[in-house]
């Protein structure tokens, strides 16, 4: 089983910047795929970004891409999303996830969630 803590949300003005942190416990965290989501208010909760095991690979979704980056530090158990350009839209719970499988959008995929942190953009 794999525990994950996030970190690093909280009320930004639009354009400003935020970088999350995702720590997750045991000694398996480098073979874990893992991604980034937010949910919004009454929304459905959406793929934000996913990197792969090694950091290699990484995918973003469209609204973010260009603004948001992905990385881990396998040494630190660590993956961390560094946002940028924020704007209003990107207010949600952002949630980490590891995935056994490899990197994708599907959260369905994903067999492990943190809790989440809150992201506010304010305007």
């Known amino acids: 089983q794999v525990q994950l803590v996030e970190s690093g949300g909280k009320l930004v003005q639009a354009g400003g910047s935020l970088r999350l942190s995702c720590i997750a416990s045991g000694r398996t965290f480098s073979t874990y795929a893992m991604g980034w989501f937010r949910q919004a208010p009454g929304k459905e909760r959406e793929f934000v970004a996913a990197i792969s095991r090694t950091g290699g690979i990484t995918q973003y979704a469209e609204s973010v891409k260009g603004r948001f980056t992905i990385s881990r530090d396998n040494a630190k158990n660590t993956v961390y999303l560094q946002m940028n350009d924020l704007k209003p839209e990107d207010t949600a719970v952002y949630s980490c996830?590891?995935?056994?499988?490899?990197?994708?959008?599907?959260?369905?995929?994903?067999?492990?969630w943190g809790q989440g942190t809150q992201v506010t953009v304010s305007s």
């Open positions: 996830a590891v995935t056994s499988s490899s990197l994708n959008r599907r959260s369905a995929d994903y067999e492990y």
